[in-house]
Every structure is written in structure tokens, then in C-alpha cells.
């Protein structure tokens, strides 16, 4: 019979990488709720139209990539490619703003886009997502970019870059777009097929193509910086300034867009150079009006997110986390000792020691094999001879020293000494 394999693109986390995915999240979790983000849980099921209304239903995530499908009364649904018109989605209908506690959120999961998997990027893949509404500051606008930086930091990421542009709003930007429409039709025989589409229906998303030859096109392109109002101006003014209080680097890059519709004003990735073509680690901006575009309240929101596979990836490259092992492993020798071997495992395991015991018996030389394989820090050898003196034997694995320790001591013995050091 043909074994059953995973979806293209949709990958197992296998335990020798989740102490990666652990390690993240706990970091994530720590410097969020740092800066005051509370964790919301929305589902990985929503209505379709919440993507299409928010996203834009020109953009590619809506036309080509979204898993979408009818469920037996014919609504339409969709796997969620994205957190934040979740988050708004649940923020509008639980009233939140009510709370006025309820501005930061933050959530850690899974997403979908029928694309083409490469490295780091795939059909199901996991976000950190952080979002604020309700705050028209462009001090809400640097920290939010400072918050991204700090978690970076603390997991140890280096060679990246912070780059940051504002792209407008509903003022200023339909200008700067007709005169980019203009400027793309007299460059349309230079521009990929996708290009060549989205230059009449979304042609901001034109400066995001990787494809060489749509990038020379865009060489002389109209820059976004020069259509800004005054309003826009004063505030991406604001926000450099703010980073720059807090000798926060960074790099204007006024071909920078997002590939969502809903971003306005302020928008930034960071950025590496070690991922190929898709190099942005994370990124985010201020989508003022999607709220009210929702049916609810016409409330600011600014936040970013963050693709945990590529993420993961970088850190591979720079430093290892070891696994999580057990810090005793537990040989039994002899049937008659496989009864107190267990009642030691779980003495350790109610004292915070992590204990494996020597599961399917075999010598005492293969089951020592197997603890080195393992990493345990100590064997504890459980032996007939060895009850039959009230001890047992302590192994400190690293060292290669032993030493009997009576029986109802070992537990004590042992929760003080969990890691790796001399008996």
C-alpha cells in the first residue's frame, strides 16, 4: 500500500527543531507582554470576504493563494493568510474598544498561501503578529518598530536592517499612483506578467517584484517621499525622529511597500541579506481605516509580523540552543528493581527533575549507550544488588564519576543537582 505523505508545503516540526520554535515563542511572549501586549487567540477558519475586504481583491494573496472553499451551506470560508483582519475582525466584534485596557495584542500560529514553497517560505507557515489599535502617534509608530528590534535582539539575530517609508494616505497617494501608472505604461513591454497585471490594477505592488528586469524598469520611477501632504510628512518626520532618540538605525527606502492594501503612512521591514530574494525577517506599518472599512469603529491600528520559518532559519545559521534532555536517565538491572526504578522516576519528575527511565530493560552497558545518546547529565543505576544495600548508584556522565547514595536520599540528591556538574 502507498504511504500517505504530507501536503507540498506543509512541513512537520520534528523534535529535534521545536526547542528552535519553544525558544521563539517564549522570547516573544517575554518582550511582548514587556511592552504591554495581551495574547488573543482567533481562529485558522474565517469568512472569505474578511480577506477580500481587507486585503484588497486585487492583491496576489486574494487572486491566487488564498485556500478558499465552500462549506455545505455555500459560504465561503478561507484559511486564514493573515493575522490582523483577524484581530480587527474580533476586536470589532467583542466590543473591545470598550476596554480601555484593550490596545495591544499580540498572537502566535499558523497561516496559508497556496504559493510556491522555497526556502523559508511555505503553503502553511507560522507568524508572530503584534497589533495596537486605537493610537494616532508617531510615537505608537517607533515603538512598535522598537518593540521588533528588541525581540530581535534578545534571541541573538545580527546583520539585519530596520528600513521604514511612509506610503501616504487616501490624500496624497492617488496622485503619486496615476503618475506611477503613467510611468509603468511607457516601461509595460520591460515588466514580468505579473507586473504587466498589477500595474493597472495595483501598481504600488510593482516595487516589490523581485524579478530583475521589472527592478531595472523602476529605475527612474516616481518617488512616494515627493507626493507626501504636509500631515504625512509631519508625521514620518515624527517617527525618524523618535528612532533617532533612541539610536534606533535605520534606512529610508522610499521603494519599500507592503504587499497589503490596507497599509498607509508608515510602513518598515527588517531586512537580511542571507535569505536570497525573500529577505524581509519581519515587518508591518499603520493601516489606519481597515477598522471602519470592517463595519467597526473608525479607529488607527498600526502593528507587524514576523515569519517564524525564516526567523528560525537565520538563527540556525548564527548559534545553537541545545534540546531539551533529561537530566537523569534511570538503568534498571534486573525484574525486581523495574518497581522502584519507576517510583524514583516520578519522585524526580514531582521535584522538577526531568527523568528517563530504561524502558524494554536490556544490559546495563546498552542501556548506558542509550543515555549517552540521549544527553542525560546522570545515570542512576537501579539494580537488585544495589536495593539490596538501601542505594543506588549516581553516574555523572561528563566527569565519568560514581558514587552510592542511600535510597531515600537520591530524589533530594539529584533536584539539587540537575544540571551538569562534579558529584
Known amino acids: 500500500m502507498e504511504r500517505v505523505q504530507a501536503v507540498r508545503g506543509m512541513n512537520d516540526i520534528l523534535p529535534d527543531a521545536v526547542h528552535w520554535w519553544q525558544k521563539v515563542e517564549a522570547t516573544a511572549r517575554q518582550v511582548l507582554e514587556l511592552y504591554g501586549y495581551r495574547e488573543i487567540r482567533t481562529p485558522l477558519v474565517e469568512k472569505l470576504e474578511l480577506f477580500a475586504r481587507s486585503i484588497g481583491e486585487s492583491t496576489d494573496i ?31 466584534e467583542h466590543n473591545l474598544h470598550a476596554d480601555p485596557l484593550a490596545r495591544k495584542f499580540y498572537t502566535i500560529g499558523p497561516m496559508f498561501r497556496h504559493e510556491r514553497p522555497q526556502k523559508g517560505r511555505y503553503r502553511q507557515f507560522h507568524q508572530i503578529d503584534a497589533e495596537v489599535f486605537g493610537i494616532d502617534d508617531p510615537l ?21 536592517g ?5 506610503l501616504g494616505c487616501p490624500a496624497c497617494r492617488p496622485r503619486f499612483r496615476e ?11 520591460q515588466l514580468c506578467p505579473d507586473c504587466d497585471r498589477r500595474r493597472h490594477v495595483n501598481p504600488l505592488r510593482v516595487f516589490d517584484c523581485k524579478v530583475d528586469r521589472c527592478r531595472d524598469a523602476l529605475n ?54 542571507r535569505l536570497g530574494a525573500q529577505n524581509a525577517v519581519g515587518g508591518g506599518g499603520r493601516y489606519d481605516g481597515l477598522m471602519r472599512d470592517l463595519g467597526g469603529p473608525d479607529l488607527p491600528g498600526i502593528g507587524f509580523a514576523i515569519g517564524m520559518e525564516r526567523l528560525i532559519l537565520l538563527l540556525q545559521q548564527e548559534k545553537t540552543w541545545d534540546s531539551k534532555k533529561p537530566d537523569v536517565f534511570i538503568a534498571v538491572v534486573g525484574d525486581e528493581a523495574v518497581g522502584q526504578a519507576f517510583r524514583l522516576a516520578q519522585d524526580l519528575r514531582t521535584q522538577g527533575v526531568a527523568a528517563e527511565l530504561g524502558h524494554g530493560g536490556g544490559s546495563l552497558k546498552s542501556q548506558m549507550r542509550r543515555a549517552n545518546k540521549m544527553g542525560a547529565a546522570h545515570v542512576v543505576i537501579v539494580g537488585e544488588e544495589e536495593l539490596a544495600k538501601g542505594a543506588v548508584v549516581v553516574r555523572h556522565m561528563v566527569s565519568k564519576e560514581q558514587r552510592q547514595v542511600p535510597l531515600e536520599d537520591v530524589a533530594a540528591f539529584l533536584a539539587g543537582k540537575s544540571t551538569i556538574e562534579s558529584l
Not at 493563494?65 to 470589532?92: C, H, N
Not at 504625512?232 to 533617532?244: A, I, M
Request: proline share 2%; aromatic share 10%.
Open 62 to 92: 486574494v487572486e491566487k493563494e488564498m485556500y478558499a472553499f465552500a462549506d455545505s451551506k455555500g459560504q465561503w470560508l478561507a484559511l486564514r493568510p493573515e493575522a490582523t483582519a483577524s484581530m480587527v475582525r474580533a476586536f470589532i
Open 162 to 166: 530596520l528600513h521604514v517609508n511612509s
Open 179 to 189: 503618475d506611477l501608472k503613467a510611468f509603468l505604461q511607457d516601461r509595460a513591454s
Open 220 to 273: 527612474d520611477a516616481p518617488e512616494l517621499g515627493q507626493y507626501l501632504c504636509e500631515a504625512c510628512r509631519r508625521h514620518f518626520d515624527k517617527v525618524l525622529e523618535y528612532l533617532s532618540h533612541l539610536h534606533v538605525a535605520y534606512d529610508v527606502d522610499s521603494r519599500m511597500v507592503r504587499g497589503l492594501d490596507y497599509y498607509m503612512r508608515t510602513t518598515f521591514e527588517v531586512i537580511t541579506d
Open 140 to 160: 505608537m509608530d517607533a515603538e512598535v518598530m522598537v518593540t521588533l528590534c528588541d525581540f530581535l535582539q534578545r534571541l541573538g539575530l545580527r546583520d539585519t
